[in-house]
């Protein structure tokens, strides 16, 4: 049976256990956040995790000898395993970084440091010069685009990338003269952040495989929004952020297959991830430890482990047809404004949560200042997109999000607040 | 909502001196990062009397939200023909009201319509789009700087 979405009961529920959900902003109207995929909010259960570390174990972990870093070390290596099982992977096979804009960096670095002769790794796979190529798409995020743009300034590689469609999806029909035998590595986005356009990666992933490129996938936005298997896509790395899926501040997670891991260089370096060390120089730990210099995040690591078990207890595929129910909504409420153009896939059948619109006449700066003040929050901007939201020929949208909390009421909200916009800016007339 | 005065709403709808002249001295492009508003403004300054430098045109060509569209318009209204140093001051008591938190209601024999947008200064996240205009006109002046004029 196909999963459902949460019935209300089930949401107010769920809205119980958010304890900002309860706040109101501009003069004491009740927040409706819709948001989520900019930070998601966080449960009284991830927030009692992180709070119970502090209070009860805090040490730094990996080191000392004293009960209270035994315990703290436990704790963050339960932690790990927790996370590693909530996308199919074993707890070795990842590394705990700021976020995934840190974790996207360390496999970047990885092909510079080991260009360079970096310690830490054999990193042939790992060698990139002129003539070799690294590819992108339009869509990414500027965390899946800046990266690559500098490896290759780094090693005179080519940067190259899939350009978008007018609907928001990848133009792949010429996918064969960008992804070659020249092509060291394929970087792309799960879920757009802007759009909601679902990648078909496991069709990319193959081809890229084909020519013997490796896949780096940014699922910032698919991790915490519909069940994700690392084995069951295939790729080679995966990077996701902590804080958008109901988790804390402050930690990232990369996947890696555990013998490129292996092979990778160092990136940052310092204590915790050394073996030896002598005045000349050092050996590394393995993997992961390698790659997590400094006193590790073991209250985030905690905290995100409470987020995993969190979704994991509501079920990775009713949240994801939650939020597709929100987003058919929206989707239904804007089509039915002619003075609003979504952009993206009208015909997705599959999307991930995020839904970006233009209203005619009206800049999108002015759209989420009308839309907060009637205590609606969304993200104006281009969304750390702008080659996106330039190819698409939109200078900012305003983009809706949502989270397993999200409600249809507050989707109602929304356009309800949406609607006073033409008014005030004496544009098109609502209906 | 207090943010949206009718004299912002129309300048954003026709922005005053829009577009961009010849002759300038200096041409200036800035951006705001956060949303990809846009602007390239161009200064004509010309020797006005007793010798100080005058500003003879602000043209400009702005892609940005209402309020950043306004404040450049009404800069190019209340500055185009007045001293340098008029603008100067002007620019500073602009900046001085958009960051105040809603503490500094605008000199107004300063920067004329430039009060309507005193508003703005209770939202941090709009500052910057009401400064976008005036910090451009900066740094347009500052380069204009040792031109003979």
């Not at chain 1, 092509?183 to 799960?190: D, E, G």
């Not at chain 1, 802007?194 to 020519?211: F, I, K």
């Not at chain 2, 020797?47 to 309020?67: H, K, Q, R, T, V």
Request: include cysteine; glycine fraction near 10%.
């Amino acid at each position: 049976m196909a999963a459902t979405p949460f019935t209300a009961e089930e949401s107010a529920r769920i809205r119980a256990d958010f304890p900002i959900l309860t706040r109101t902003v501009r003069d004491g109207r009740p927040l409706v956040y819709l948001d989520s995929g900019a930070t998601s909010h966080k449960p009284r259960q991830v927030l009692d995790a992180e709070r119970a570390f502090y209070e009860r174990t805090n040490a730094a972990v990996h080191r000392g000898a004293h009960q209270l870093s035994e315990e703290g070390t436990d704790a963050y290596e339960a932690a790990r395993a927790t996370i590693a099982a909530f996308i199919g992977a074993a707890p070795e096979e990842i590394v705990f970084t700021r976020n995934a804009t840190e974790a996207i960096n360390l496999v970047a670095y990885a092909f510079s440091n080991s260009t360079a002769g970096g310690g830490g790794g054999r990193g042939e796979r790992f060698l990139l010069g002129p003539g070799d190529e690294v590819l992108v798409t339009e869509m990414e995020h500027h965390a899946n685009l800046i990266p690559w743009q500098e490896v290759c300034r780094r090693t005179g590689a080519t940067l190259r990338w899939v350009p978008t469609t007018a609907q928001g999806t990848l133009d792949l029909s010429g996918l064969d003269d960008l992804l070659t035998e020249r092509t060291k590595v394929f970087a792309f986005t799960h879920v757009s952040n802007v759009l909601g356009t679902l990648n078909p990666v496991r069709d990319l992933m193959a081809r890229a495989h084909r020519v013997g490129a490796l896949v780096v996938l940014d699922a910032c936005q698919s991790v915490p929004h519909l069940p994700v298997d690392v084995h069951d896509l295939g790729v080679d790395f995966l990077a996701f952020s902590g804080h958008k899926m109901l988790g804390p501040l402050g930690i990232g997670v990369l996947w890696g297959r555990p013998e490129l891991l292996d092979e990778m260089p160092v990136f940052l370096t310092g204590g915790s991830m050394i073996a030896t060390v002598t005045m000349e120089g050092a050996t590394y730990a393995p993997v992961p430890q390698k790659f997590e210099a400094g006193v590790p995040v073991a209250a985030q690591a905690v905290g995100l482990a409470a987020a995993c078990d969190y979704l994991t207890a509501l079920g990775l595929d009713r949240v994801h047809a939650h939020e597709s129910m929100l987003a058919s909504r929206l989707l239904a409420g804007l089509r039915s404004r002619p003075w609003v153009r979504v952009l993206g896939d009208p015909d997705a059948t599959e999307r991930g949560g995020a839904v970006a619109f233009v209203v005619d006449g009206v800049h999108a700066h002015d759209v989420g200042q009308v839309l907060d003040n009637a205590g609606v929050a969304v993200r104006v901007g281009h969304h750390c997109a702008w080659p996106l939201h330039r190819a698409l020929q939109a200078q900012a949208t305003t983009r809706a999000s949502f989270a397993a909390y999200s409600t249809p009421a507050e989707v109602d909200a929304l356009l309800a607040a949406l609607d006073t916009v033409p008014q005030i800016f004496g544009t098109h007339g609502a209906a | 909502m207090d943010l949206y005065q009718e004299i912002i709403l129309e300048h954003s709808k026709r922005p005053v001196r829009a577009g961009l002249r010849e002759p300038y001295e200096a041409q200036v492009h800035h951006v705001n990062p956060t949303c990809g508003d846009e602007i390239t403004l161009r200064v004509h300054v010309k020797a006005g009397g007793a010798g100080e430098p005058e500003l003879a045109d602000i043209s400009y060509d702005a892609a940005g939200c209402s309020i950043s569209v306004a404040s450049t318009s009404i800069l190019a209204e209340e500055l185009t023909g007045t001293s340098v140093a008029h603008a100067r001051r002007a620019i500073a008591s602009m900046r001085t009201m958009l960051t105040s938190k809603g503490d500094d209601p605008g000199d107004e024999d300063l920067i004329g319509d430039g009060v309507a947008l005193a508003g703005v200064s209770k939202y941090p996240a709009r500052v910057k789009c009401a400064l976008l205009g005036w910090m451009a006109l900066t740094d347009a002046l500052h380069q204009t700087e040792g031109v003979r004029l």
